[in-house]
Every structure is written in C-alpha cells, then in structure tokens.
C-alpha cells in the first residue's frame, strides 16, 4: 500500500465471449491514511530555533521547536548530510551546515544555500517522511518609502506603524548587497531595513523600537556612541530570505543583546518576544 492507497482490479465476464468487460476501481478505506499518519514540522518553529540556536552557546532547545527539528535533523541524517547523533532538537551550527549541503544538492546558491531552511526545501526534505504545518511565506518583491522590501516585511512595518502611531519611513530596505558598509551585510537579503528618526524625541523613537519589537521584528535604536547616525535598525524575525548576519542579530536578541559586534546588553524596551505569524494569532 503506498500513500495514496492502492486500486483493486474486478473483471467482469460478458457472455459466450468471456471478456473482461470493465475494469472498476475500488477505493479502499486505508486510503490516505499513510499520508495523515506521518508527523508534522512547525516551520515557524524550525526557522526560528534555525535563527536562534547557532548563536546559543549552548545545545538549549527553542521553546515548542525540539520535535519539529529533530524530524528534520532525522531527515538529514537519511540522508547523508548530518552525522548520526545529532538529532537533539537543537537547530545549532552543525544542523546548519548539514541543511546548507542539502540545499546545494538541489541546486541552490547563495542566500537561496544558507542553511536557513525555505518552504521548498524543508517541503522536500520531509517527502515520505513528515509534513510542515504553518508555513512561512515573505511574499512578493514591493517597496516602501521608494525602498525594496518584501510583502511580510511591509505588512510587519505597517502594523508597528498603526501601534506606534508613527509612519516607519525607510533610509535603507532589504535585497540591498553592498549597499551600506556600516551594516555589514545584514541588508543583502530580506527582512532588514534602517528607519528614519528624524524629528522624533527620544519617546517617540522609544515608542516605535517597541511597536516593531510586538509585531515580531528585533529591533534597535542606533546611536552616534555606537558609531551610527540615529536610525532605528531592525530585522524581521523568522523571515526565510534572511542573510547570515542579519540571523546573527536574531541571535544576539534573544540573548538579549545589541546586535553589534561588541555584542553589548539590550538597552532596548522589554517585550515579549514574538514573530510575525505567532503576533498575528
């Protein structure tokens, strides 16, 4: 029986001639019923232990993510990519590299080849083996103040906006190799953007680092003292198309850092920490 069950042939005689006149397909109740039973992964759990995990300092498993990522971990290993023994459900450097490997066995490059898991990968990865519930999705190329930036991300910017009360305008978006030096690749791939804080107080630049902390981006107030001009810098939490610094940074915020090299405490306001699908729900 294979996952979509299996068909039964029935031949019917017809007269002196003795053919078989029909054949019928019989559906059987076992039908599907391999497919229902294989378990799931939680890609909003993978990609966020995926973002976090590396950066740990320890082999501590992301809240609700162990199961999921040890299913991927086991897939891994089928596969060749992971040494056995380390499907411990902690999505750390060795899954990391093990996943990138797989990814450029189907072809990927670049960004596309980070060991950040996508929806077509990890889809692929689990054939036969497992399903993924609650998939990410970044949506289409668009722009906001003129800069690129993807449909999550944007959406994310608007409702940080809405609880703030305050417009988040661009100085630099996603997709942008290259462009900024200071901002040491965070910005080649999406989910990164630098907000204008022109004309704010120091309240109102307060209010808007902890509207995007709520709607599930990690967020900072840059600072002259830390060598930027003021802007607030922040990276959308679980965005599949994330650069390897920029993943740094999620990181470093749920160690309750600063993102930057110093790797200096939090100054930021407290929240809970959340991404975008979780403060949807």
């Known amino acids: 029986m294979t996952d979509q069950g299996f068909s039964r042939k029935t031949f019917l005689k017809t007269g002196a001639l003795g053919a078989a006149a029909a054949v019928l397909s019989v559906p059987t109740l076992g039908a599907g019923l391999a497919s229902a039973a294989l378990p799931a992964v939680n890609m909003e759990k993978v990609v966020l232990a995926a973002q976090v995990d590396p950066y740990r300092g320890s082999v501590a498993i992301t809240a609700g993510a162990g199961p999921s990522v040890k299913?991927?971990?086991q897939a891994l290993i089928a596969k060749k990519f992971l040494a056995a023994g380390y499907a411990d459900g902690n999505f750390g450097k060795m899954t990391i590299a093990?996943?990138?490997k797989?990814?450029?066995s189907l072809g990927y490059t670049g960004l596309d080849a980070s060991g950040l898991p996508g929806p077509t990968s990890l889809k692929k990865l689990g054939t036969n083996r497992y399903t993924v519930t609650r998939p990410i999705t970044?949506?289409?190329k668009t722009t906001v103040s003129g800069k690129r930036v993807n449909t999550r991300t944007k959406n994310m910017l608007v409702a940080a906006g809405k609880r703030a009360g305050i417009t988040m305008s661009l100085t630099q978006g996603s997709y942008n190799p290259g462009g900024v030096g200071a901002s040491a690749g965070t910005h080649d791939g999406g989910g990164v953007v630098d907000i204008s804080v022109s004309g704010k107080t120091s309240a109102q630049m307060t209010k808007m680092v902890k509207a995007l902390r709520e709607v599930g981006f990690a967020a900072w107030h840059r600072t002259p003292a830390q060598g930027f001009a003021h802007h607030i810098h922040a990276v959308a939490i679980c965005d599949t198309d994330m650069s390897p610094s920029a993943q740094a940074q999620v990181g470093d915020y749920y160690r309750?850092?600063?993102g930057l090299a110093s790797h200096a405490a939090?100054?930021?306001p407290k929240v809970t920490k959340t991404y975008w699908?979780?403060?949807l729900r």
Do not use: I, S
């Open 71 to 73: 299913l991927v971990q």
């Open 98 to 100: 093990a996943y990138k």
């Open 102 to 104: 797989y990814q450029q």
């Open 138 to 140: 970044v949506g289409a």
């Open 256 to 258: 309750g850092r600063n």
């Open 266 to 268: 939090d100054d930021g």
């Open 277 to 279: 699908e979780e403060y």
